[in-house]
């Protein structure tokens, strides 16, 4: 499945905590720009449409070194789909479900991530 801002981001919002629920056990993911706490029934329920959403990005994040994070915002067929903050909610969900590895460097520009096969 192609990503579009529309799905990620009612995903994104589907896998956190509802407002006052205590989210101690949740899932913490820490982003570039901004981090979550998810909820892990909703990363279980979910975690297909994850998958399915990783997919249909660029296949140079599926290489064993991975790829620049800004590859996240690239389709299979080289087209973005998103912003960069679009697509850090995507590889935040991703990390959570452990289908993407982020090698973390000095900042967004130099980490790097895989989506994991």
Same mark, same amino acid.
């Given at each position: 499945?192609?990503?579009?801002?529309?799905?990620?981001?009612?995903?994104?919002?589907?896998?956190?905590?509802?407002?006052?629920?205590?989210?101690?056990?949740? !899932?913490?993911?820490? +982003?570039?720009?901004? &981090?979550?706490?998810? $909820?892990?029934?909703? @990363?279980?329920?979910?975690?297909?449409? /994850?998958?399915?959403?990783?997919?249909?990005?660029?296949?140079?994040?599926?290489?064993?070194?991975?790829?620049?994070?800004?590859?996240?915002? !690239?389709?299979?067929? +080289?087209?973005?789909? &998103?912003?960069?903050? $679009?697509?850090?909610? @995507?590889?935040l969900m991703g990390?959570? /479900?452990?289908?993407?590895?982020?090698?973390?460097?000095?900042?967004?520009?130099?980490?790097?991530?895989?989506?994991?096969?």
């Amino acid at each position: 499945m192609i990503p579009t801002v529309a799905a990620v981001k009612n995903l994104f919002e589907s896998c956190l905590f509802p407002i006052g629920e205590n989210f101690s056990r949740g !899932v913490a993911i820490a +982003g570039f720009r901004t &981090g979550a706490t998810f $909820n892990p029934a909703a @990363l279980v329920a979910n975690r297909d449409q /994850i998958i399915e959403l990783l997919a249909g990005l660029s296949d140079e994040l599926r290489s064993d070194k991975g790829a620049p994070i800004s590859e996240m915002t !690239v389709t299979k067929d +080289g087209k973005v789909w &998103g912003s960069d903050l $679009n697509a850090e909610w @995507l590889l935040l969900m991703g990390v959570a /479900i452990e289908k993407v590895t982020l090698w973390r460097g000095g900042s967004a520009r130099t980490s790097r991530c895989r989506i994991e096969p």
